[in-house]
């Protein structure tokens, strides 16, 4: 994915670039929420609360 960025900033393709940001962005939200739902599971002093 590295590599398919760096040739689409060389062709000045901002449409790819800015896909493949909002694609990172996206996984990294996930995977931060994922850590936090796994965390709060395996720990037992966490607990979820509104407010």
Do not use: K, Y
């Not at 493949?20 to 395996?42: C, E, F, P, Y």
């Amino acid at each position: 994915m590295g590599r398919l960025v760096i040739e689409a900033l060389n062709a000045q393709d901002l449409f790819l670039v800015m896909a493949t940001l909002l694609l990172s962005a996206v996984l990294l939200v996930i995977g931060n929420l994922l850590a936090d739902l796994m965390l709060a599971w395996v720990d037992p002093r966490i607990r979820f609360r509104l407010g």
